[in-house]
């Protein structure tokens, strides 16, 4: 039986932005490995027009409101995702990195340019 898509029951905005970091955390660019596995996001993406780009992919600006919302923050990181000190720092545990929101092909899209 495969793993549950979001069991941990995360709203739509929630689910995006950790989606974002999981992305980010897959570069090397972007991110920092710690010997616990967890991830050290160093940069957060900068919107130009309607959208930005992570990593090889891009995504739409309107996906990404979250990066910036200290509630969806908190709620990841009491729910075991992130450590984070808002809007500052951010460290995407392994649960963060390996939980399934279901929406990763959904916001994040092969890249043109």
């Given at each position: 039986?495969?793993?549950?898509?979001?069991?941990?029951?995360?709203?739509?905005?929630?689910?995006?932005?950790?989606?974002?970091?999981?992305?980010?955390?897959?570069?090397?660019?972007?991110?920092?490995?710690?010997?616990?596995?967890?991830?050290?996001?160093?940069?957060?993406?900068?919107?130009?027009?309607?959208?930005?780009?992570?990593?090889?992919?891009?995504?739409?600006?309107?996906?990404?409101?979250?990066?910036?919302?200290?509630?969806?923050?908190?709620?990841?990181e009491r729910k075991g995702l992130i450590r984070g000190t808002f809007p500052?720092?951010?460290t995407l545990t392994k649960a963060g990195?390996?939980?399934?929101?279901?929406?990763?092909?959904?916001?994040?899209?092969?890249?043109?340019?």
């Amino acid at each position: 039986m495969p793993p549950k898509i979001n069991p941990l029951k995360l709203n739509p905005l929630q689910s995006k932005t950790l989606v974002l970091f999981q992305e980010l955390a897959r570069s090397d660019e972007t991110s920092n490995t710690l010997e616990s596995g967890d991830k050290v996001l160093t940069t957060l993406p900068q919107p130009h027009g309607n959208h930005f780009h992570v990593g090889r992919k891009v995504v739409m600006t309107a996906d990404a409101t979250g990066l910036a919302n200290q509630a969806v923050w908190v709620a990841l990181e009491r729910k075991g995702l992130i450590r984070g000190t808002f809007p500052y720092a951010l460290t995407l545990t392994k649960a963060g990195q390996d939980y399934d929101t279901g929406l990763a092909d959904k916001i994040l899209h092969g890249s043109d340019h």
